[in-house]
């Protein structure tokens, strides 16, 4: 029939819908595809959330991050991947092993190489063979699917990475913005110029002002999250001082040798006093001063000087005071000097044989302003300021009634009254005092801040912290292959819609393809086959014969039929292959090539034990070395690697092997149908078997998809295999020497100052500053060490025991009382078998009450006794007592707390600066008595009457007036009332009831916080310093530690075992199969089968079947019970290779009938 008729014949394939896999319907591809669209609109969101926000999400510390959100993070996407790659794979297998079948059925025909086209087997050159046979369907599926297969699952795993980054989040946080009234601030400043109180100690001038920059601020608490690299950022008031000053030097003065037997006669032997002068020395004005004022000075010094030949400085400040002059006594003179507050001399003379051979006299008159501004502060971790952006139209001049300026000048006159070894120029000391008195005014002003109820304000916190972010490259990579995913479904979907399609079942098993070849194909194309001899033929003979040929569709007895025609000039004649010429035999049953991969198999597993081992065995100091690195960068790109190499090869295994187990049973004879000819091997998707009872596969077959099951969690595992680990490690140190002698105490609390305490226990407990060798939770001193750190490393941590020494109180709720005129109480204290009763009398005065709430206040007992002083404190907190007519309706609670000094041993880390991070106490470590246990007894027993009793006075020496302040209450009680009150509602915000439990806690962590805090900032008041030619070197530990991603144990020795049980199905595969085949080919291809069944019985009963389902060929195959057999034939006059019933089957016909067909149209 002519060609053009034999193509309106077949219409029929094209009105008709023929069978397509369920992989490649709509109902499957469409939601392949929104799988697709879910991953690719996911990774954007989530790249977009990390773009904007800085990460996805956030931690402090490295430790911090939980294994569960780093492994969520890196497994589910690896999850989704493996998902998509396998769902994908299903359908692309279809696409291939189905495209010679749809080649077929064009109208136009199709080239016979169709044919014998097998691109299962073929993963990495099937899209190289479809682009040049133009069968672009499985362009669209092949090249898809090994991009989703080699790369996917690596992109998607490191989609989410670890990285450090900025942090902003934005925090409410508390600051005291008041000063304090002027008259207390006059006791501070004189305490100061006194040498004593914090602004008398660079010690304690360190705690309150750790760095004193170049402005105060209000003090601020720092949030609880905070790490070492946290900034903090808020707008507040900043202060400052700018000192300027001017200069005049005369050299060559000569000093007048004091005779005043009077003012010489106590002098040490071989000591003297000059007496410099210098008169009117014209000082240049300041900038932006009076022009025309003339200011000169003149000064009169004398000085103390030995006889020694040396090279002295003398230096000397006065300021004036609030009423514009100097003291009496002054040692200099002016005139027309308003624009100055402050005048100082400094005297560089050298010395040799007792008498001045140079000297040089430099006076300075400076004029200090104090200012301040509104500004955006930031704040580092440790509450010193890192950087501030002032706003230039909020500047302006400090208000002297708000602060004491001339306290300022009192101090810087206490500072430079001394005498100098070392020579410094003019200039350097005018640089020097203008600094002094900056720094003075700014801890002097972030020193006087009431610790009153805080005010609440918005900061951005910036920390430097460990982010979860999303790989920007990765995530294009991965959305481009998902991209490309959805263009190729979209093709499939359009293409097969429209393809015709012969197929009325799944072609898959031998007897499908055999009843195809029976119904489909004319009787002429059969008889070529048989004539041509093909039986023996390798494939590639066949596809060499099948050049030239072309399969188009005719008619025949009234049917559309496939015929093969010759369409070269030129008809190549039959093959006639070599004997015993075959197809090779797959890479794993070849023994050279079986040989190499059992060997890469050992070498990986003998490669993850020992990088493994090596790591786990190796110290920190060895974690850089070459051979670490090795193995660190094996384990971090070897598995997921490996795993994708194993995973092909399995599957490729599985796949060869699927084609050929059909023909391995049918070789040796005498096989049923189930075994053979109705089983669908061309599913070759490992997995299907697994899940679908009715495609079960022969044992050999199932293992080995386990085998490429265990494959799968090997991928996975592979892309988790490093998790983020904290490692510890110890070392001994020498960095440690004892500092003070941990069995003695001596009692100089009259030589301390509470209020200082106070005031930096507010500091602490509002996380405003930190304190050196107290513990984390306030409650004790740890005993400190000197610690000499010779790295460049300031965050060194160390460990040792010392001991601590802290307070426990016992408290306990008084009853009730009514009041009339005052409140009183009586209760019972009892301590080291004496007991005594105390009273409290209250008198109602307006101190009592509170404009904000909650009201605490201290008192001491009544009475001249001492016991119950030092044994007890009482506690009276009322809840919203706005008037005392009220007093007996509002909620109080009433107090008794009886302290008892704790004196424990610790195991303490703490860090070069002497900042404890950990402590955990040592078990039976207590002290209780002895020598020891009655000096701190004693301490805490003068402690407790200074926390109730009354404050000291202070006098300046300098000046030569004194300031008590004794009749200010807010001194007696206020101070650690308002701290108790600060407390209670910072740690129970939700209480609208006074709750007495916990006003206890308050009241107790106020207590042993002030006592701890006391005995810091005062520690060489009263423990025993040890001279540093007795100090000893103290046992500890240097503390390091290893943070980052550390091969899991666990992970690597199931992947061992997935690579050893891969291994074994490796060789449990060559034994079982090797040369099991004897057959020249492995039918994979409709052509390859077709020499083999032309001349079969069976074909005839095949055709039959054309009309069945695919179950119903099956149950009628099964039904015959027929044995089938491929091999030799000829011994029953048939080919010498074919697949026909088995002539052992007494109930089978013997012999092979090649029936007689008509001449070829």
């Excluded at 808020?234 to 005049?248: G, P």
């Excluded at 409140?823 to 509170?850: F, H, K, R």
Aim: net charge negative; aromatic share 10%; charged share 15%.
């Amino acid at each position: 029939m002519p060609l053009e008729n034999a193509q309106d014949s077949v219409q029929k394939w094209r009105a008709s819908e023929g069978w397509l896999p369920r992989t490649l319907h709509k109902t499957y591809l469409i939601p392949l595809a929104g799988l697709f669209l879910f991953m690719l609109g996911v990774i954007e969101l989530l790249r977009q959330y990390s773009k904007r926000q800085g990460g996805i999400i956030h931690w402090a510390y490295e430790e911090d991050l939980p294994t569960a959100i780093w492994g969520a993070y890196t497994y589910l996407p690896l999850i989704f991947a493996l998902l998509a790659i396998n769902l994908l794979d299903v359908c692309a297998q279809d696409v291939l092993r189905l495209e010679p079948f749809f080649q077929l059925a064009k109208p136009g025909g199709a080239s016979a190489t169709v044919l014998f086209n097998n691109y299962c087997c073929n993963a990495f050159t099937a899209s190289f063979i479809a682009f040049r046979n133009r069968h672009w369907a499985v362009l669209c599926a092949a090249p898809v699917s090994l991009i989703f297969r080699m790369f996917l699952p690596s992109l998607l795993a490191g989609l989410v990475v670890l990285d450090y980054g900025n942090w902003v989040e934005r925090k409410v946080v508390n600051t005291w913005p008041t000063i304090i009234d002027l008259e207390i601030q006059q006791v501070w400043l004189a305490a100061g110029s006194s040498g004593e109180g914090p602004l008398g100690s660079p010690e304690l001038n360190s705690f309150f002002m750790p760095d004193p920059a170049d402005y105060a601020t209000p003090p601020t608490s720092l949030p609880d999250d905070q790490n070492d690299s946290s900034l903090l950022t808020l707008n507040q008031t900043i202060y400052w001082s700018n000192m300027t000053c001017v200069s005049n030097s005369l050299r060559g003065v000569l000093p007048q040798t004091v005779t005043n037997s009077t003012l010489t006669s106590h002098l040490p032997h071989g000591q003297q006093i000059w007496s410099w002068n210098a008169g009117n020395m014209s000082m240049e004005n300041i900038p932006g001063g009076n022009k025309s004022s003339h200011c000169q000075i003149s000064v009169a010094l004398d000085t103390v000087i030995g006889s020694d030949d040396q090279t002295l400085q003398a230096k000397f400040w006065e300021p004036m005071g609030s009423d514009g002059k100097l003291l009496a006594s002054s040692a200099f003179t002016y005139d027309d000097c308003s624009s100055f507050k402050v005048f100082g001399v400094i005297v560089d003379m050298e010395l040799a044989a007792g008498n001045v051979s140079d000297s040089n006299v430099t006076v300075l008159a400076c004029s200090p302003t104090y200012q301040q501004a509104w500004a955006a502060v930031t704040f580092n971790p440790n509450a010193s300021i890192a950087d501030v952006d002032m706003t230039p139209s909020t500047v302006k001049s400090l208000d002297p009634v708000a602060f004491y300026v001339d306290g300022i000048h009192d101090l810087i006159a206490s500072r430079y009254l001394t005498s100098e070894s070392d020579v410094r120029l003019g200039n350097n000391s005018q640089l020097n005092v203008s600094a002094s008195n900056d720094d003075r005014v700014i801890v002097s002003t972030d020193s006087t801040i009431p610790w009153g109820f805080p005010t609440p304000v918005e900061a951005q916190q910036r920390s430097f912290v460990v982010i979860l972010t999303v790989a920007s490259k990765a995530a294009t990579v991965a959305e481009a292959i998902l991209a490309l995913g959805l263009f190729s479904i979209a093709a499939l979907t359009y293409v097969y819609r429209h393809r015709p399609n012969f197929l009325q079942w799944d072609p898959g098993s031998i007897a499908a393809q055999c009843t195809i070849v029976a119904q489909l194909f004319k009787s002429s194309t059969k008889v070529m086959f048989s004539e041509a001899k093909l039986h023996l033929a390798t494939t590639r003979q066949l596809r060499q014969w099948a050049n030239g040929k072309w399969c188009e569709w005719v008619e025949e007895d009234g049917e559309a039929k496939i015929q093969v025609v010759d369409r070269s000039e030129a008809s190549l004649a039959p093959p006639h292959p070599p004997p015993g010429r075959r197809d090779p035999m797959p890479h794993f049953l070849r023994p050279i090539l079986f040989l190499l991969e059992c060997l890469l198999f050992a070498a990986i597993l003998t490669l993850f034990g020992v990088s493994l081992a090596y790591l786990r065995w190796k110290n920190i100091n060895s974690f850089f070395s070459t051979g670490a690195t090795v193995a660190m960068i094996f384990l971090n790109f070897g598995p997921t690697a490996i795993a994708s190499i194993i995973g092909s090869f399995l599957v490729s295994i599985y796949r060869n092997l699927s084609s050929m187990e059909p023909w391995i049973r049918l070789q040796d004879g005498m096989v049923n149908a189930r075994q053979s000819v109705v089983e669908n091997y061309g599913i070759q998707t490992p997995f299907i078997p697994l899940f679908i009872k009715r495609h079960r596969r022969p044992g050999i077959l199932f293992a080995l998809s386990i085998a490429c099951l265990g494959d799968l969690i090997l991928r996975l595992l592979s892309g988790g295999l490093f998790t983020p680990q904290l490692k510890n490690y110890s070392s001994p140190s020498s960095d440690l020497s004892n500092l003070y002698n941990s069995s003695a105490m001596v009692n100089n609390v009259k030589q301390t100052d509470i209020e200082i305490s106070l005031v930096a226990t507010g500091r602490l407990l509002n996380n405003v500053s930190f304190l050196q060798w107290a513990s984390t939770d306030g409650k004790f001193l740890m005993v400190p060490f000197s610690i000499h750190n010779a790295s460049d490393d300031d965050y060194t941590v160390y460990s040792a025991t010392t001991r601590g020494i802290g307070a426990d109180l016992d408290c306990k709720v008084l009853p009730d009382v009514v009041a009339d005129h005052s409140l009183s109480w009586n209760y019972t204290v009892s301590q080291a078998g004496a007991s005594q009763t105390c009273t409290v009398d209250i008198p109602l005065t307006d101190d009592l009450t509170s404009r904000k709430g909650k009201s605490v206040h201290y008192y001491a007992p009544n009475g001249t006794s001492t016991f119950c002083q030092e044994s007890s404190i009482f506690v009276l907190a009322f809840w919203d007592l706005k008037n005392l007519t009220d007093i007996n309706e509002a909620t109080s609670t009433a107090l008794h707390c009886e302290p008892k000094i704790h004196i424990e041993d610790f195991h303490v880390e703490f860090d070069s600066s002497g900042m404890v991070q950990d402590q955990n106490a040592v078990s039976g470590s207590a002290i209780t008595s002895g020598g020891l246990f009655q000096n701190a007894s004693a301490v805490l027993a003068d402690f407790n009457q200074m926390l109730t009793g009354k404050p000291r006075n202070f006098t300046s020496h300098r000046f030569n007036y004194s300031t008590t302040h004794h009749h200010h209450p807010h001194h007696r009680h206020d101070w650690s009332g308002r701290l108790t009150a600060n407390t209670y509602a910072a740690t129970f915000p939700h209480d609208f009831t006074l709750k007495p439990r916990h006003l206890i806690l308050s009241v107790q962590t106020v207590y042993q916080t002030v006592f701890s805090t006391h005995l810091a900032l005062w520690k060489d008041n009263f423990l025993e310093r040890i001279p540093p030619h007795s100090a000893q070197t103290a046992h500890g530990d240097l503390l390091d530690s290893l943070w980052g991603f550390i091969p899991s144990t666990s992970l690597v020795v199931i992947i061992i075992c997935l690579l050893a049980i891969d291994a074994v199905a490796l060789i449990a595969v060559f034994a079982l199969r090797f040369n099991r085949y004897r057959g020249p080919r492995v039918p994979r291809s409709l052509g390859s089968l077709i020499p083999w069944v032309v001349q079969s019985r069976m074909l005839s009963d095949l055709g039959d079947t054309w009309e069945m389902s695919e179950r119903e060929r099956e149950r009628y195959l099964l039904e015959k019970d027929y044995k089938y057999r491929v091999g030799d034939f000829t011994a029953v006059g048939g080919p010498p290779w074919a697949l026909d019933y088995d002539y052992d089957d007494q109930r089978a016909d013997s012999g092979i009938e090649l029936q007689e067909r008509g001449p070829v149209d």
